[in-house]
């Protein structure tokens, strides 16, 4: 095995067997996690702002139509963010339960519910001028069900039980599979959720031979829904020949790169985008990469994936000090989740990967992303709170003192120096 | 491990950004240009033409904005529901344009045409994604088809055809402005980018005709009621001022309405017959060969011959159409009052040589000579008209085993090709004095800037005919008409203070297949009326007339008549 990985996986199983610690003493939050979101933020506004004509153009209506909702969007995000960066952690273990029946619920009536002409898909709840995305609050709960989940297994070492893990995974795959993908054709929500829970399951340190069945398994799956699904056969064709058909379906993919090649290394300038006037497709949403670099540049560029390169490292540096198995998981289901959306957006952009409607996270106009994305950046807001090298270091103490036959991992960190303090290592 | 394969899975973005935005740029930013930048041409205004009626200028041809309906069915929302609102404005069945809007594989579609400016604001009112509207100058016609012929229209795509719109196209279509810029994708220019260029279109010119629309509404009148009235194919007719070649008014019946141009089926119609129509015009061609004759001096107006009635040329036999005079002494008047080709064959006779009776190259070469470069028969007048013709001159070429057979026939208007307005432009050069003025319709230009041009009269040929030949032939012409009346065709009866002279011709028509039909004739008239001299020439072409008699008196006599009396009564004639 790879000794890469070692760290996060062996700090999980090293305390997979003790119970769980109370949390350490609360402290001082992670406020670079919040600067940056925050920058972010700002980016994703004033590119909408500044393309507010265009769109009003297009969609007939106000050009600050966009902005204003986008405000609003990120306002409620606010207070999202602030609940759930001062309500107890241990209150989304307790009550994930609603979660996951909330998201029923929402995915149901979107099924249920006429759809909107303009995106004949089943995947909005509508009420009046307000819409919600039902996938959002799914991969959420998703997540918070998962670290529960997860962290009981550990603790009861039950991870490589079949029945007690294994199928209960599978289950939720494929009833996650049936509604997302099946009823709602939305296959790029499903691969964000399938990402994330590879990711989670893999760091929580299932035995590798069940994660590689269960991923042939998806593969063979997915392979089949493409290739049934006319549309979805082309947008794979025309990815892999994203300049091929650019009157087709490859339209979006072309001017997406033209519109971020034509920004050049500087950019045309903050009001200067053309291809936001009509000529590229969601421009405020799944494509607003493009029009950001069209604006900003190979420059800008770099300054956006070093933002987003820095947010991940903070949340990657959270997860390491998490005080427990629960947040830790969370912390990266989180991770897995922001970042697996913000590959695959970016690299539709430069087309590297196919079109899939996914936003790119803070920045893409639209509501529901922004809440639950701000819903969960309060998590790692508060779990930032209860960081500590301390607990880790007392957690290895404790599981050494009981002694583990199975535990290679002690002779890992005993014979290699960085896994001595893989904290620190962040 | 995880989060290294992200941060390089990062590191490979910021690569392939680097591979996009710096060593690709040149290609992506050509490719954005490709498809933002828009280059358009702004049309200018068309000029307006405008016409004289009593002391006053009117307009005779106006613009009018029109708007095309079109769609782009790519971002059609409710086909069915645009189209039957749009039914509603401007009807028509809404399943059509349902149909329409409904059309896959194009981004523009042309619902409907020429909506008016209150049409075009309701639609666009609605406002349908993909529904526009597109202002386009049409062609107003105030006077209905009065002289459309003359005028011509306008095409679809702008350019003038036939007629005055055709001929001075391009001092009528003005210069389209031209408009660089970055567009959005529906074509419309984003706000000033450094590099657009935006240079305003230069308006037409407006034309003042020389057209009289009094004279040439009454004109088109009597060519209608005379076409119903000798039953013919086609009539056509002129008024001109010999003085200085301006056209007071052209006319041709059958005609069309130029603001339905498209609903036309015989293309003929659009044609001038009168610029762009010869025939063997016949006897009316014996006032140019007396011209001729007498300028030369191989005549003179008094001069008396004996006329055996026939010649024999080449083996043919030329013989008189009016029969009634037999053998016997007659005169140069009696040549045009009886239309003797007899004596039109004399004429030439002379011009070979004075005193004898046969026709030599001499003669061929002096009469081609006076035909092609005295009176520009044979060559394009040069009036402002789409599809003139030159008509045709044979050629003097004296190896030709019947020449002069051939230049016997053009002597009294067989064998030539010739339009009216050629005919009545050369028999204008003698009346005047000898001065061969290009026919013009232009009376005035006036630039987009007000500058008003005023046309004057161009000289093509100095020296047609010495300036006494017209005096000398005007009396001639006087007693043709003189002869007709006292030959009991009283309508050619005109008050005796006003100047009248004129002309029959009954031309035979040729075969397609070769020699002449024995029962078919074009009647021809040519005429001028004024008071000490003349101030109108009047020609009229007269295309198969159903008469019982001959053409040129029954067909072509009274339409001049009809003409003259009309400027007399009317109080054209002034002096």
Same mark, same amino acid.
């Given at each position: ?6 760290p996060w ?39 909408i ?23 609003l ?12 960066s ?16 909330? %998201? ?59 029945r ?26 499903i ?38 699904t ?30 971020v ?9 903050? %009001?200067?985008?053309v ?21 900003? %540049? ?9 933002l ?18 629960f ?98 290592r962040? | 491990?995880?989060y ?28 954005a240009?490709s ?29 009018q ?10 971002l ?13 404005v ?29 049409q ?21 016609y105030?006077? =209905?088809?009065?002289?459309?012929q ?47 260029i ?7 010119d407006n ?52 603001a ?14 009168a610029?762009d129509?010869p ?42 159409i ?14 045009l ?36 470069n ?59 004095? =000898? ?32 300036p ?19 030959? =009991? ?19 035979q ?7 002449y ?12 009326v ?24 029954? =067909? ?7 003409l ?12």
């Amino acid at each position: 095995m790879n000794p890469g990985f070692q760290p996060w996986r062996q700090l999980l199983k090293q305390r997979a067997e003790v119970p769980e610690q109370p949390l350490p003493r609360r402290h001082r939050p992670d406020y670079w996690l919040a600067i940056i979101v925050i920058s972010l933020l700002v980016i994703g506004l004033v590119v909408i702002y500044s393309i507010g004509t265009a769109l009003g153009l297009a969609n007939n209506v106000s050009s600050n139509y966009y902005i204003d909702r986008q405000m609003l969007a990120i306002g409620l995000s606010a207070i999202a963010f602030a609940i759930a960066s001062s309500i107890p952690l241990e209150w989304w273990r307790r009550y994930y339960k609603l979660l996951l029946a909330a %998201g029923a619920l929402a995915t149901l009536m979107a099924v249920l519910m006429p759809v909107n002409p303009q995106y004949p898909a089943h995947r909005w709840v509508r009420l009046g001028s307000l819409s919600f995305q039902s996938v959002e609050l799914v991969t959420f709960a998703v997540v918070i069900w998962l670290a529960k989940f997860l962290a009981d297994r550990m603790r009861k070492n039950q991870l490589s039980d079949t029945r007690k893990t294994l199928w209960p995974l599978i289950a939720a795959l494929v009833i996650l599979g049936v509604a997302i993908a099946g009823v709602q054709s939305d296959l790029g929500s499903i691969g964000v959720i399938l990402a994330v829970m590879s990711v989670m399951i893999f760091v929580a340190g299932m035995p590798l031979k069940k994660i590689v069945m269960v991923t042939l398994l998806i593969l063979v799956v997915g392979g089949l829904a493409i290739s049934t699904t006319p549309y979805r056969r082309e947008r794979l064709a025309t990815f892999l020949h994203p300049t091929s058909n650019c009157l087709g379906n490859g339209y979006q993919s072309c001017q997406a790169l033209i519109a971020v090649g034509s920004g050049g290394a500087v950019g045309l300038g903050l %009001g200067r985008s053309v291809q936001a006037y009509g000529y590229l497709p969601e421009s405020a949403n799944d494509s607003i990469f493009a029009i950001y670099s069209e604006k900003f %540049g190979f420059i800008g560029d770099l300054v956006l994936l070093g933002l987003f390169a820095a947010l991940f490292t903070r949340i990657k540096k959270i997860a390491m000090q998490a005080p427990n198995n629960f947040t830790r998981l969370l912390a990266i289901g989180i991770l897995a989740w922001l970042s697996t959306q913000a590959l695959i957006n970016i690299g539709a952009m430069i087309g590297l990967l196919p079109l899939k409607g996914i936003t790119l996270p803070l920045i893409s106009y639209g509501g529901t992303s922004i809440l639950f994305i701000m819903l969960a950046i309060g998590i790692l807001f508060q779990i930032s709170r209860y960081t500590s090298y301390v607990a880790l270091n007392r957690d290895l103490g404790g599981r050494q003192k009981e002694g583990n036959n199975d535990n290679h991992s002690d002779r890992r960190r005993l014979g290699r120096a960085y896994n001595t303090s893989p904290g620190g290592r962040s | 491990m995880l989060y290294l394969a992200l941060m390089a899975v990062m590191a490979v973005f910021a690569l392939r950004l680097f591979y996009v935005q710096i060593i690709r740029y040149g290609y992506y930013h050509a490719q954005a240009l490709s498809d933002q930048q828009k280059e358009y041409e702004i049309p200018a205004t068309r000029g307006i033409i405008e016409a004289h009626l009593g002391n006053s200028i009117v307009p005779i041809v106006l613009n009018q904005e029109l708007y095309t309906l079109y769609a782009d069915p790519t971002l059609i929302k409710d086909p069915a529901q645009d189209a039957s609102n749009i039914a509603k404005v401007i009807g028509g069945s809404a399943n059509t344009y349902k149909q329409l809007l409904l059309t896959k594989g194009t981004r523009y579609v042309i619902l409907a045409r020429q909506l008016t400016k209150s049409q075009s604001s309701q639609i666009l009112g609605f406002k349908y994604p993909g529904i526009g509207t597109q202002g386009q100058d049409y062609r107003t016609y105030p006077d =209905g088809s009065l002289a459309s012929q003359t005028l011509g229209f306008v095409n679809a795509s702008g350019q003038g055809e036939y007629g005055l719109e055709q001929a001075l196209n391009t001092e009528l279509s003005g210069t389209p402005g031209k408009l660089k810029a970055i567009t959005d994708a529906n074509g419309v220019p984003l706000a000033a980018v450094p590099g657009n260029i935006d240079r305003a279109p230069i308006p037409g010119d407006n034309i003042v005709t020389t057209l009289n629309m009094g004279i040439q509404a009454q004109m088109e009148q009597i060519l209608q009621a005379e076409y119903k009235k000798t039953n013919s194919q086609g009539l056509s007719a002129i008024i001109m001022n010999p003085d200085n070649g301006q056209i007071d008014a052209m006319a041709n019946y059958p005609t069309y309405n130029p603001a339905n141009y498209s609903a036309v089926t015989n293309p003929m119609l659009f044609q001038n017959a009168a610029v762009d129509d010869p025939i063997e015009p016949g006897s009316t061609m014996k006032t140019l060969t007396t011209s001729a004759a007498l300028n030369m001096g191989a005549i003179q107006p008094n001069e008396s011959f004996y006329d055996p009635a026939h010649w024999v040329i080449d083996g043919f036999n030329i013989t008189d159409i009016k029969q009634d005079g037999g053998a016997r002494v007659q005169n140069i008047a009696s040549i045009l009052a009886l239309s003797l080709n007899t004596g039109a064959t004399w004429m030439l006779m002379q011009m070979s040589n004075p005193g004898g009776t046969t026709i030599n190259g001499k003669g061929i070469t002096a009469w081609h000579n006076y035909m092609v470069n005295h009176f520009r028969l044979g060559q394009l007048t040069g009036i402002q008209q789409g599809y003139e013709s030159p008509g045709y001159v044979p050629p003097a070429n004296l190896a030709d085993p019947s020449i002069d057979l051939r230049y016997a026939n053009t002597a009294f208007g067989q064998g030539v090709q010739i339009t009216a307005l050629q005919l009545a432009t050369a028999l204008s050069s003698v009346l005047n004095g =000898g001065t061969y003025y290009q026919p013009t319709l232009v009376d005035e230009t006036i630039k987009p800037d007000g500058t008003v041009v005023k046309f004057q009269p161009k000289v093509l040929e100095r020296n047609v005919v010495k300036p006494n030949i017209g005096q000398e032939l005007i009396p001639l012409m006087q007693n043709v008409v003189l002869a007709y009346l006292h030959g =009991g065709f009283y309508f050619m009866n005109f008050p005796s203070n006003y100047l009248v002279g004129g002309k029959t011709g009954t031309a035979q028509v040729a075969r397609p297949t070769g020699g002449y039909y024995s029962n078919i004739f074009n009647g021809t008239y040519i005429g001028f009326v004024g008071q000490k001299t003349p101030q109108y020439v009047i020609i009229v072409y007269n295309i198969k007339p159903n008469v019982p008699g001959y053409a040129g008196s029954l =067909g072509g006599q009274p339409v001049f008549a009809d003409l003259a009396h009309m400027l007399i009564n009317e109080g054209y004639v002034t002096h």
